[in-house]
């Protein structure tokens, strides 16, 4: 079984014990730091650490299982089925095709024919999922600012966005002033992702459980944040893209706040995917999708064209969603 992250790794290994299996015997983990070698029926590893085996290795299984499928039209993922010289069974899952043709047919031509067994909508009309709604954030920003950042490359408007204290402020109040389990996803770790952290904890002093994961976090660390958060009901995780949009499974989590300009189809709904399992309580997931608007007369903004981009995956999806304009200027700590 091969799966994205460390964490997935973990979280299947325990999903696999909560549903009665005898994981000591039956199931090995392979990631950075984990014996290589086993006996075991069943291995579950992350593709990073095997893909660079030989084919002798990969001979050994019957079966392999593909998990978050959408990222193996990636080369080395791609070269490690060709490996599978024995694998008669071969499975691969996704919630997310990028929306690109070359992406279903390099999947087809490792795994076979695409089936879409249900849909995100269809669950929602079922009561499985939890239903969604979307508040999309358009922070306007100053004249003057904008009129500064309109030559600016990508990289410069997304560091003076992540970095500027208005915007901090008001994603750490945002934040603290939700009920429930609340999810905060960022993209830049030192630039955003930890002055969040600081900020958001120095707001709620010891009110509440304010819970930071990020790559540099250990794989059995993130697990047990995990399911510490599925017992709360009033916590905060501040949490990086790269380890919580794909595949993570919480149950109780109320509401998600993107806090990183994003226009990847598979990001967004993978984060979104986050959110979607139906709480104890049943109560409605919010989605605050943070954008923002530098444009002037003749120029739009990068972010505001990725914001655009997340509005057309959100009507594609059939998801509710609803714009708020607000004045960033002058916004202050009430």
Avoid at 99 to 118: A, D, I, Q
Avoid at 140 to 155: F, G
Wanted: glycine letters at 6%; aromatic letters at 10%.
């Amino acid at each position: 079984i091969i799966v994205p992250t460390t964490s997935l790794v973990e979280q299947m290994y325990k999903d696999f014990e909560d549903y009665g299996m005898d994981v000591a015997n039956e199931a090995h983990r392979i990631y950075s730091g984990k014996e290589k070698k086993t006996d075991k029926r069943i291995i579950i590893s992350t593709w990073q650490s095997i893909y660079r085996f030989g084919t002798e290795w990969f001979a050994q299984f019957d079966s392999v299982f593909g998990d978050e499928v959408h990222l193996f039209k990636a080369k080395s993922l791609s070269t490690m089925m060709d490996k599978c010289v024995n694998a008669s069974y071969r499975f691969g899952t996704t919630g997310t095709l990028d929306g690109t043709e070359t992406n279903k047919l390099v999947l087809e031509g490792l795994f076979g024919p695409t089936f879409t067994v249900t849909t995100t909508v269809k669950l929602q009309e079922d009561k499985t999922l939890a239903d969604l709604d979307i508040s999309i954030l358009l922070l306007r920003y100053h004249n003057d600012i904008c009129e500064m950042m309109k030559d600016k490359s990508y990289q410069e408007e997304v560091d003076y966005i992540v970095t500027n204290p208005d915007r901090l402020r008001f994603v750490t109040n945002l934040a603290t002033s939700q009920e429930g389990n609340t999810l905060v996803l960022f993209q830049f770790v030192e630039k955003h992702g930890k002055l969040l952290y600081d900020q958001i904890k120095e707001k709620v002093q010891d009110d509440r459980k304010v819970f930071y994961v990020s790559g540099e976090v250990d794989a059995t660390d993130r697990e047990q944040i995990r399911g510490i958060v599925e017992g709360q009901k009033n916590a905060i995780i501040v949490a990086s893209l790269g380890t919580f949009s794909t595949g993570i499974n919480i149950r109780n989590l109320h509401n998600i706040i993107f806090a990183s300009p994003s226009k990847s189809q598979v990001k967004v709904l993978q984060s979104i995917g986050r959110g979607l399992r139906k709480s104890d309580d049943g109560r409605t997931t919010k989605l605050y999708d943070i954008s923002d608007d530098l444009h002037t007369r003749g120029y739009k903004n990068f972010t505001l064209k990725h914001s655009a981009e997340r509005i057309k995956i959100y009507t594609k999806e059939g998801f509710r969603y609803k714009i708020y304009p607000i004045n960033l200027k002058g916004h202050n700590d009430e």
